[in-house]
C-alpha cells in the first residue's frame, strides 16, 4: 500500500458515495445558505417517512412496541433522510443502509413471532459517532492513518444498544483529533450547519448535531471531554446531556489520547427533546452497563429523583443559580437575551433565581487546558502523521509547540488540584443552600459564548470545559435564535482580555440572523435524573419541548 | 532548626510518651509473646470500662443514644485501653485523651440539653490512621520531614464522622511511605501484633490493626491501595472493608503519591463485626459526603440490596465463586484450611459453591506493581530524603533503581489496560452467571497466601492487589488460628515459581501456631451492601460474629 492520503481520504469519500443508492441522491443540491427544509421538499420522502423523521423517538418506540409501525419503516425513512442530510451538509463518515435494513427485517420478524418488542429501543434507528466501534466496520475518528482497519468487535455502547433493539445505519463526521468544537477533517473535509452553511454544525460531535438537527436522526450518540455533545446540541437547535463520567459506557470506544483519565470525555444523546434524551439513558442502563463496563457505575435510572423534582414543580418551585458570565468571555447580545428569556420565564412561573458566582473559572480553563495537551500531542501527531496527512487548521491551540509532554509526578500534582477545585466547588454550592436554607436545584449558565458560529471562529471553550473539569452533569436546552433587530451589537463594550475582545469583535448582527441560541442547566455529579427533569420542565416553559 | 532526624524521631516519641497520663503508665512491661489478655488482667481498666471496651460499637452507640451511657466514660475506657496499647505494641502516633474528654463532655453536654443524639456515632471514640488529617495536630504518615507541621483543617472524612458524633482519640501507626504491608518507621519503629510480638500487626493500616485488635478502639479507620486495609485485618482476627474508589470521602486526607489516580487508594473501616462495619458505612453516608468530596458517588447506604441477599438465605441460598490458589504463591497450609473451613460450612448450610478461575492474576500483580512504581519513587523518596532519614528495608522493592519514572503516553497505556483487564474481569463473572442461570453473589478467596505473619517476611500482595486492581468491593472475615497439630508442611510441595518457593519454604507450623486466619470477600464494584451482608452470614455461620 503506497497510497498517498489524499488518495487514501479520496477512496473513502468515494466508498461514501457509493453507498448512497442512485434513487436517493438529489439531483439538484439547492445553493441557499439554508438546507433545513430541504428534506422536507425534496419529494424523496413519502409522506409517510416525513411524518416518521418529524416524529419524536419516544412516539416511534411506542408504536414499535405496540406493532404499529415495522422497523423496516422506520429505518429506512431515516436511511433516506440520513443520504439526504449527507449530500446536503456532509456530515457521515460511514453510511450502511442495506445492513441496516437486514437488521430491523430482522426485529420485525422477531416481533412477529413473539409479539413483544426485544428491548425499550426495538427498531429504533440510532446514528453513531464516528468513535463508536461496529463490527466489521472502519472506524476513522477523521484520521487518515485509520481507514482501512475494519472493527473486530462492538464498543460496549454499540452492543448493549444493539441488545436493547436499536438498529444502526450511520456513523456521523468528527473533527480529526475531536479536540475542537467544529467539524472538519482531511478525509470528508468540513460539515455545515443544516440551517446556514456559513455556519458551523459544532464539534466534536458535530456529524450528529448537524444528522440529528435535519432529522436524518432521531437520536445520535456524541462524546463531550470539552463541549463536544453540547456545542453540536447548542449549534442546531438540539437537547444533548453531558452525563458525568460512570454513568454510561464508554469501553472499548476509540479515541484520541486513549487512556487518558485526568479529565474523562463521556457518552451521550443528542436529540430533539429532553424525553428522547432520557429514553435513550432508561434504555441504556436497562441493559446493567456495570456489567460490562468497569468505569460504569452501578446505579439504575432513579424516577425518584425526578420525582423529587417534579414535587418540586407542584409546591414551592424550583431554586436555580444563574450566571450569564464566567469573567473570561462576555456572551455575544443573543446568547445575553437568550440567558435572560429563561431567567423570565422561570421567575414568571414562581421558581427562585439566584446569582451564581463562576468559582475560580479562569483557573479551571488553565487547569483543563493543560490537561488536554498534557502528552505534548504526541498521541493525535502519531495518528496524524502516520498518513502523512496535515493537521487541520482548528487544532493549533492543542498543537502549540511551545507545550511539552509533562511529568508524571506534574501530572498528578494537576489530579490533585483538580479534586481539590471539585470540592471547593461543592463547597460554595453547599454554602449557598445552608444559606438559602433549601437545596440549590441547577445552574444556569451559557454553554458557548456565540450562537451557532462561522466557521473558524471558535475560540473559547470555558463555558463548556469548566463542566467537564468538575464532572457535572449538564443539559443543553435550545432557547431561541439570533435577531439582528433585537440583538445589537455593543459597541461601548469594555473587554475583559485579549479574548473576549477577538469574540466580541466577532459578532455581527447580521451574520448570526437566525442562528440557535441555548442554555445549558447543570447539576452535581451523577445528577441524570434531576437535571433532565429541569431542563424538560424549562423546555416546557419555552415552548419549544416536543414533551408527550 | 537543625535537629538530625534521630533527634526529630525522638522528640516525637517523647510528646507521644508524654500524652499519656502517669496513672496510666504500666510499672512492669509483660515479657510473654502474647500480650492479648494484659489489659483485661492489668487492673488499670475498671469492671465498667473493660465491659464497654469488650462489647460492640452499635451495642455502645446504642446506649449513647438513650443516655444509657455518657460519652465521658466511653471515651475515657478506650483512652485509658489505647494508652496501655501502645505500651504493649506500640501502635500510637498521636494521643491526644484530654481534647478526647473535652469533645465527649461536649456531646455529653448536648444530650443533657436536647435530649437526643447529634447523630449516628454519638459519643463514640474513633480511631483514625496517621493519614486522616485533624485541624491542629500533626500528620507525620511515618515520615519523620512531616513532623512539626500542624494541621489547619480536619481531612473531609475526619469533619464527616464528626459531624456524625464520633470522638476523636488516637491516631495510630503506620509504616513509612504507606506501601508495606507490615508497620515500621524510623519514628517509633515497628508495631506489634498483640497476639504475638513475634508476628506482624499488618500493615499499612497496622497501627489500627493492633489498636483495635486488643480493643484500644472499637472502630478504626484505614486505607486500602493493595490491602492496606484487609491484611492489617486478618493478621489481627477482625473484619474490615475495602470499599471501592468513590464510596466513602478520601478528599484532604494525607498521602504518598497524592494525584496519583491510575489506582485508588480508599479508605474503610476496621472492626470487630460485620455489623460494626455497617455502621460506620451507614453513619458516613448518612452525611452525603458527596456534597463535599466530588469523587464520592452520590450513593446512599441501598438497604434493599442488603436484603435481596437476606432474601436468598431465606430460600435458595447464596451462589458463591471459590478459588485458593491464584497461580502465583500458594497460600499456606493454615490458610487453605481456613478456606476450606468456609466452604465446608457454606455447602452444609446449602450454598452453592463454584470454582473460580483467576483471570489473568499474574499480568494484573505485573499491572499494579508498575503502577505503584510509576514515578520512580520520586515522591515517597522526597519526603523520605527530606529529613535524612533511610528508607525502612521493606520498601527495596518498591525503591528498586532499576525503576524509572514513566512516560505519560506509557502511563495513559496502562490505565488502557487496566480497564480492558477489569472489562474482561466483568466478562467473566457475567459469563459464568449466564452459564448458571443465576447470579454470582461473590468470591472467597485467600487475602495473604499467609496467617499473620512474621517480621520482613511479607513478601506478596497479589491476593489484596489484585482486588485494587479490579476496585472490586472486598470484605475480611476472620476465620481461624493456625494449628501446628493440623496444619502441617507439605514437604513434598512443588513450586510455581521462585517467589512462591520462598513463600512456602517460609512456612514453619511452631512459629506460626495461633496465628489469625482469614478470607476475603469479593464483590463487584460498588456492592458495599450486599457484600457485607455475605460476610456477615459467613461470620454468623462461623461462629465468631458479634452480631447483635
Redesign the interface.
Known amino acids: 500500500m503506497t497510497a498517498t492520503w489524499e488518495e487514501r481520504a479520496a477512496d473513502k469519500r468515494h466508498r461514501i458515495e457509493q453507498s448512497i443508492p442512485a434513487e436517493w441522491k438529489v439531483k439538484s443540491l439547492p445553493t441557499a445558505d439554508s438546507v433545513f427544509d430541504f428534506p422536507e421538499k425534496s419529494g424523496l420522502l413519502s409522506e409517510k417517512e416525513r411524518e416518521i423523521t418529524q416524529s419524536s423517538a419516544t412516539d416511534l418506540v411506542a408504536k414499535l412496541a405496540k406493532g404499529e409501525l415495522k422497523s423496516v419503516d422506520v429505518t429506512l425513512a431515516f436511511c433516506k433522510r440520513a443520504a439526504l442530510a449527507h449530500q446536503l451538509v456532509n456530515c457521515v463518515l460511514e453510511f450502511f443502509p442495506e445492513a441496516a435494513l437486514a437488521q430491523a427485517k430482522g426485529l420485525d420478524a422477531y416481533f412477529e413471532e413473539h409479539k413483544k418488542p426485544v428491548g425499550p429501543l426495538h427498531g429504533l434507528p440510532i446514528s453513531l459517532k464516528d468513535q463508536l466501534r461496529i463490527k466489521g466496520l472502519e472506524t476513522s475518528m477523521g484520521y487518515v492513518s485509520w481507514l482501512g482497519k475494519y472493527e473486530t468487535r462492538d464498543s ?1 455502547l454499540t452492543a448493549l444498544l444493539r441488545k436493547a433493539g436499536a438498529v444502526f445505519y450511520v456513523k456521523t463526521s468528527v473533527p480529526q483529533t475531536l479536540m475542537v468544537c467544529e467539524t472538519i477533517n482531511n478525509i470528508t473535509g468540513r460539515t455545515l450547519n443544516p440551517r446556514n452553511k456559513n455556519w458551523s454544525c459544532g464539534g466534536s460531535s458535530g456529524g450528529e448535531g448537524a444528522m440529528v438537527g435535519i432529522r436524518g436522526s432521531i437520536i445520535g450518540v456524541g462524546t463531550d471531554i470539552g463541549g463536544s455533545i453540547r456545542v453540536p446540541s447548542a449549534f442546531n437547535f438540539l437537547y444533548g446531556i453531558r452525563p458525568s463520567h ?1 454513568r454510561m459506557p464508554y ?2 470506544m476509540a479515541n484520541s ?6 479529565v474523562h470525555s463521556v457518552v451521550g444523546p443528542i436529540a430533539h427533546s429532553a424525553s428522547d434524551l432520557r429514553l435513550f439513558l432508561t434504555s441504556v442502563l436497562s441493559e446493567e452497563p ?6 460504569v ?3 439504575p435510572w432513579r424516577s425518584h429523583e425526578e420525582e423529587a423534582i417534579r414535587t418540586k414543580l407542584q409546591s414551592g418551585g424550583l431554586t436555580l443559580g444563574f450566571f450569564n458570565c464566567d469573567g473570561n468571555v462576555l456572551p455575544h447580545p443573543p446568547v445575553l437575551r437568550g440567558l435572560d428569556t429563561v431567567v423570565s420565564v422561570l421567575k414568571k412561573n414562581g421558581h427562585s433565581i439566584v446569582p451564581w458566582t463562576p468559582y475560580k473559572h479562569d483557573f479551571a480553563v488553565d487547569l483543563i487546558y493543560g490537561i488536554y495537551s ?2 505534548g500531542s ?2 493525535v501527531l502519531r495518528d496524524i502523521n502516520a498518513s502523512g496527512e496535515p493537521a487541520i487548521p482548528n487544532i493549533k491551540d492543542l498543537l502549540n509547540p511551545s507545550v511539552r ?5 506534574d ?7 483538580k ?1 481539590k477545585y ?2 471547593e ?3 460554595k ?2 454554602v449557598l443552600e445552608e444559606e438559602l436554607g433549601k437545596e440549590l436545584d441547577a445552574i444556569i449558565a451559557p454553554i458557548t459564548p456565540t450562537a451557532a458560529i462561522r466557521h473558524n471562529q471558535f475560540r473559547y471553550y470555558g463555558y463548556a470545559s469548566v463542566i467537564n473539569l ?2 457535572f452533569t449538564s443539559v443543553v436546552v435550545p432557547v431561541t435564535f439570533a435577531d439582528k433587530t433585537i440583538d445589537v451589537k455593543n459597541e461601548e463594550y469594555k473587554p475583559l482580555n485579549e479574548l473576549d475582545a477577538l469574540v466580541n469583535k466577532e459578532y455581527d448582527a447580521e451574520a448570526y440572523h437566525g442562528a440557535p441560541v441555548a442554555v445549558q442547566i447543570i447539576g ?4 441524570e435524573e434531576r437535571t433532565l427533569a429541569i431542563a424538560e420542565e424549562i423546555g416546557r416553559l419555552l415552548g419549544n419541548s416536543v414533551t408527550p
Chains 1, 2 share one sequence.
Open positions: 460496549i460512570g469501553g472499548y489520547m486513549e487512556g487518558q483519565e485526568t456495570w456489567k460490562y463496563d468497569s468505569k457505575v452501578p446505579l498534557a502528552d504526541t498521541d509532554k509533562a511529568d508524571l509526578n501530572v498528578w500534582d494537576v489530579q490533585l488540584q479534586w471539585q470540592c466547588y461543592l463547597d454550592w453547599r468538575l464532572d452535581r455529579k451523577l445528577s
